[in-house]
């Protein structure tokens, strides 16, 4: 057997309202179908598919990254994300990686979780 894909990410949110609102106010996931699983939580969907689960409820480690560095997403408009993040007053780092020029976007969510996301080498570069 070997693997076929990724299938989801789980964070733990301190505040599941706020983390439910940053996933769908700034990457536009769409809240769906969760299972009643027993606990506070929600599913957030990208194109019909589960990507991410959230589950609140728990403590969350003092360690807020754990073992995981980050979770990446494909992702579309720089310039418009990148004035969402500013209006936010949240903290990135956006870099170009030098072989494929990918744009790569990263910063926190509420409950310290690092996103990436990564952009079309023709998206336009920011400032112009």
């Given at each position: 057997m070997t693997v076929q894909g990724m299938?989801?990410?789980t964070v733990l949110a301190e505040d599941l309202e706020a983390t439910r609102a940053f996933y769908g106010e700034l990457l536009g996931l769409e809240e769906g179908y969760r299972?009643?699983?027993g606990f506070p939580g929600a599913w957030l969907y990208a194109g019909g598919r589960a990507v991410l689960h959230i589950i609140a409820g728990r403590g969350l480690p003092e360690s807020?990254?754990?073992v995981l560095d980050h979770m990446a997403f494909a992702?579309?408009?720089l310039?418009?994300?990148?004035a969402k993040l500013e209006r936010r007053g949240?903290?990135?780092t956006l870099r170009r990686q030098a072989e494929t020029r990918v744009w790569q976007l990263f910063f926190h969510d509420p409950n310290g979780a690092k996103v990436e996301l990564d952009f079309a080498p023709e998206e336009e570069a920011p400032g112009r």
């Open positions: 299938e989801h990410f299972p009643p699983l807020r990254a754990g992702a579309s408009d310039a418009g994300t990148l949240l903290d990135y």
